[in-house]
């Protein structure tokens, strides 16, 4: 059994507000695409409209007060996340389960992703100079334990100086190169690099735009439209 995961929180002045509807539609591309053994799951205490069929998890509190100074206050403040790495994570999330962020469309089967026996696996980075991405990650719980035990507040702003991000820049520093990441050879791109004629499991939009900004009339938009719904 795998538990599969977003997080949903209120950050004000974000770039981009997110809502009970996102999760929502998210949920409904995960059930269409998934058939292995899983659970689906949100991390927030913002659970009023989110279908009841989707498991609410109290969020843990870790580092959600710190920020760096590299990172804006309009970005994304996700270090809260690494709370997935605490070795005591079973408790929280499940024996084995896999985040992903709510920019995403999910228009293949995950199956082939959640079945590795790996015991980490994160996307990878949407440039040469950023190793990870947080937008996918997956953990066998307990797994790369010290990314929460060595946290530290002057650690992240060193990790901020050198990788772009929050949580992905403290994990690109504290884990270095070299982990197994999910990426195009997997069906896993990120608007950047995606293809006219799309043959993808996933794709995220670290950034801008969302898959809610995409006119249909993009190449793309035609494929966003068929698996970004409920």
Request: one cysteine or more; aromatic letters at 10%; glycine letters at 10%.
């Amino acid at each position: 059994m795998i538990t599969i995961l977003t997080w949903l929180w209120s950050q004000s002045g974000g770039r981009e507000n997110y809502t009970a509807e996102h999760v929502n539609i998210w949920a409904a591309m995960v059930r269409r695409n998934v058939s292995v053994p899983h659970r689906v799951a949100c991390v927030t205490d913002m659970p009023k409209g989110i279908d009841p069929a989707v498991e609410i998890i109290a969020p843990p509190r870790d580092f959600e007060a710190v920020r760096i100074s590299s990172w804006g206050p309009a970005q994304p403040q996700c270090l809260r996340r690494l709370a997935m790495f605490r070795p005591d994570a079973a408790g929280i999330f499940g024996e084995r389960f896999v985040s992903m962020d709510l920019d995403v469309v999910i228009g293949g089967s995950l199956d082939p992703l959640l079945s590795s026996g790996d015991d980490f696996v994160m996307y990878r980075g949407t440039g040469k100079d950023r190793p990870y991405n947080g937008s996918m990650i997956m953990l066998a719980a307990g797994a790369r334990s010290q990314v929460y035990t060595k946290f530290t507040q002057e650690g992240a702003e060193a990790a901020g100086q050198r990788y772009v991000g929050s949580d992905q820049a403290w994990i690109s520093h504290i884990l270095g190169r070299g982990e197994k990441t999910f990426g195009p050879e997997h069906g896993v791109v990120w608007w950047g690099n995606r293809l006219a004629e799309p043959d993808h499991r996933v794709m995220f939009f670290p950034g801008y735009p969302k898959p809610w900004h995409v006119p249909l009339a993009d190449p793309v938009g035609p494929w966003i439209r068929e698996n970004y719904r409920r």
